[in-house]
């Protein structure tokens, strides 16, 4: 028997969670704990503990003398970090990146003109602080440093609006962004019309400009999908 541990049990499950979003496992596939056991290598408990962990995302349901049943993707928990992940890593993901963007498009203006009116002055300077960050790993093939800037940026937007909703769907925007990075749905170096709206909503927010804020994060949305249409149509 392997050893187990943490990095494994993260092995099955993503191994499992991205078979079931890729449509291998389509619904109704039943998935029996004795033969993902045997196929892993791991103990029962293990797979018992994945499996709760996929009930939780509502990927698969539990049913005593029948076993570990996929559900229709209808019933998944799209809002989930990680089901995003997978999804973002198969080949639905033109589909998958659209439909989180239109979210975002639909969220994110919005949330900018309410943090104009309400962000601090400590997340007015943190939102500088990425938008500056963005413009300095903007060139040089940094998409790594640029991506953690980005990210930043629109966790204080989502959180500087005041509203939790909003500022719950971080972790969503993340995932999208973290998705087309590593998934080459970007340009080698971002568009320099899109790091200077992001400097640009920067300067609304502090300047608490809520339309200002509102209309160049509606900008950056649909420069946003217009890249789509060309990196993953």
């Known amino acids: ?75 998944w928990n799209v809002y989930d970090p990680r089901v995003i992940r997978w999804r973002l890593a198969g080949a639905d993901r033109p589909r998958q990146l659209r439909s989180l963007t239109v979210l975002r498009s639909a969220i994110e203006p919005v949330a900018a003109g309410l943090a104009a009116r309400n962000a601090t002055p400590e997340q007015c300077a943190a939102l500088t602080e990425c938008a500056l960050g963005m413009v300095a790993t903007s060139r040089g093939h940094q998409l790594e440093g640029y991506l953690e800037h980005d990210i930043a940026f629109h966790r204080i937007v989502l959180n500087a609006s005041g509203n939790e909703m909003f500022a719950r769907l971080g972790d969503v925007v993340a995932e999208v962004l973290t998705g087309r990075t590593h998934h080459q749905v970007m340009f080698e170096d971002p568009d320099p019309a899109a790091v200077t709206l992001h400097v640009q909503v920067a300067e609304a927010v502090r300047e608490g400009d809520a339309d200002r804020a509102e209309s160049l994060t509606r900008e950056i949305a649909v420069g946003a999908l217009q890249e789509l249409d060309v990196l993953a149509p």
């Open 1 to 75: 028997m392997t050893t187990e541990g943490p990095g494994l049990h993260t092995h099955v499950l993503d191994t499992l969670g991205l078979a079931i979003t890729a449509g291998e496992y389509p619904p109704g596939s039943v998935l029996r704990t004795d033969e993902l056991a045997q196929r892993f290598d791991v103990s029962r408990t293990v797979v018992r503990e994945v499996v709760r962990v996929l009930e939780s995302m509502h990927l698969v349901e539990s049913r005593r003398r029948v076993g570990v049943t996929v559900r229709p993707a209808e019933e």
